[in-house]
């Protein structure tokens, strides 16, 4: 399992695992700024689209992503979610 798959590709830990070795596991990646990419990566593991969590209540999650110069904010809260860039 790979817990922040990010897109599957940059900063993967298991993408040379699957690519040499025949790996097949799950891509763990609950940010769905970056999901569309993960999945357009075409790995070979399964896909959870989830976020993991110490608690088993909702919590408000803080997601920082660097985009080229502009960075992204998702805030989770109560299963609604909330997206602003500047």
Do not use: C
Not at 29 to 53: H, M, P, Q
Not at 64 to 76: D, E, F, V
Request: charged share 20%; glycine share 8%; proline share 2%.
């Amino acid at each position: 399992m790979e817990a922040g798959a990010f897109n599957g590709i940059q900063e993967s830990n298991s993408l040379i695992l699957e690519r040499d070795m025949e790996w097949t596991g799950l891509l763990v990646e609950g940010n769905s700024f970056i999901l569309t990419e993960l999945r357009l990566a075409y790995r070979k593991a399964w896909i959870a689209d989830v976020g993991l969590a110490l608690t088993p209540h909702p919590q408000k999650v803080n997601h920082y992503i660097q985009a080229g110069s502009k960075i992204l904010m998702k805030i989770i809260t109560k299963g609604q979610v909330h997206a602003s860039s500047w």
